[in-house]
């Protein structure tokens, strides 16, 4: 079956960064995309980025746009998202999940809400403190 399992969370000071890694088995790589979501405590889930693991194409949310990368490499099955200055509100669960590269064709299609991703992992706790 399919398995997503996230690593590299922590705590952090603010102003640092993180790189946390989503690695992908039971699943055809190219055949998905990767999305990147967080929860922190009394919140809804947020998505945050995405990554067409055939194309390459990317997605970022304006919470995390210009200081964050999502990047893949289909030999190793593996996602990353880097988040650079980090913020006390960047604090939360973050998860990877995966998407249908077909579903995201759709041209309504909105990789920040997490309705069509199919398979979650079980979150990584990133804790960002002063």
């Known amino acids: 079956q399919v398995q997503l399992v996230e690593s590299g969370g922590g705590s952090v000071q603010t102003g640092g960064s993180l790189r946390l890694s989503c690695v992908a088995s039971g699943l055809a790589f190219e055949d998905y995309a990767i999305g990147w979501f967080r929860q922190a405590p009394g919140e809804e889930r947020e998505g945050l980025a995405c990554i067409d693991n055939s194309a390459g194409q990317t997605h970022y949310a304006t919470s995390i746009r210009g200081r964050s990368t999502i990047t893949r490499n289909s030999a190793l099955n593996t996602v990353w998202l880097e988040l650079d200055d980090l913020k006390r509100g960047d604090t939360a669960v973050y998860y990877c999940?995966?998407?249908?590269?077909?579903?995201?064709?759709?041209?309504?299609?909105?990789?920040?809400?997490?309705?069509?991703?199919?398979?979650w992992g079980q979150g990584t706790q990133v804790t960002v403190s002063s």
């Open positions: 999940a995966a998407v249908p590269r077909i579903h995201t064709f759709i041209i309504s299609w909105d990789f920040e809400a997490d309705v069509d991703y199919t398979d």
